[in-house]
């Protein structure tokens, strides 16, 4: 198997635990919001609660997608492949999340209701999903921690050999998670992705000195 297919069947691979994975977990991240406020009062609140479980079920399956691209950046990296590629396979990963989790989302929240009731008292109301703009931040911000954990593998595999970088590279993703378990409640839905920035400038800048690893034979 030449290293093209052999990339194409690891990159395969990811993509098939992110597709089960934004299947899977629909439900759950549909009544995410129950987890905030199991029983919302007033109009605020319900298009609150609307909301919350639109982006959550329309990025369902987003952490196996960045763990994903994480994985391969690194395998990329280790196998001779170039930075686009790692990042390539992050779009990939993030547009197989969405392909299945965002109509899905698109199809049980389609805000019929919520427009009828909000417009028996004189609030009138958008219901399309994909023009809210707290959804389309939350995929957006999906979209770009999957390229940023892909750079992160990236650079994570050209210090492989480091203790220390692997270390700081495993802490890098707990604290990801832990700060957008607490974001994901309280905070802006863009806070989780800027943070990713963080490790991922950082994985660039402790690479830029090491030596690249060499291409495997008969690439």
Known sequence: MGPLARRGAVFAGFAAATALAAY????ANLDAWTWFNPDPQGFDQELWAWLT????????GTLVAQLGALLFGR????????????????????????????????????????AIEM?????PF?????R????????????????AWSIIGYGIGRRAGSVVHAVLGVLAVLLYVLVQGVFTGAGPWWAPAVLALA???AAVLLSRNSATT????GT
């Open 24 to 27: 899977a977990l629909h439900h």
């Open 53 to 60: 479980a639109g982006a959550f079920a329309a990025t369902a």
């Open 75 to 114: 395998y990329a990296q280790r196998d001779g492949a170039g930075l686009p590629t790692a990042v390539a396979a992050g779009l990939g990963l993030a547009l197989t999340q969405l392909a299945v989790a965002v109509p899905r989302a698109v199809d049980r929240l389609n805000g019929k209701g919520m």
């Open 119 to 123: 417009a028996r008292h004189g609030h």
């Open 126 to 130: 958008d219901p399309a999903l994909w």
């Open 132 to 147: 809210q703009p707290l959804v389309v931040t939350a995929v957006l911000a999906a979209v770009v921690s999957c390229l």
């Open 199 to 201: 490790p991922c400038l």
């Open 214 to 217: 060499p291409a495997a034979a």
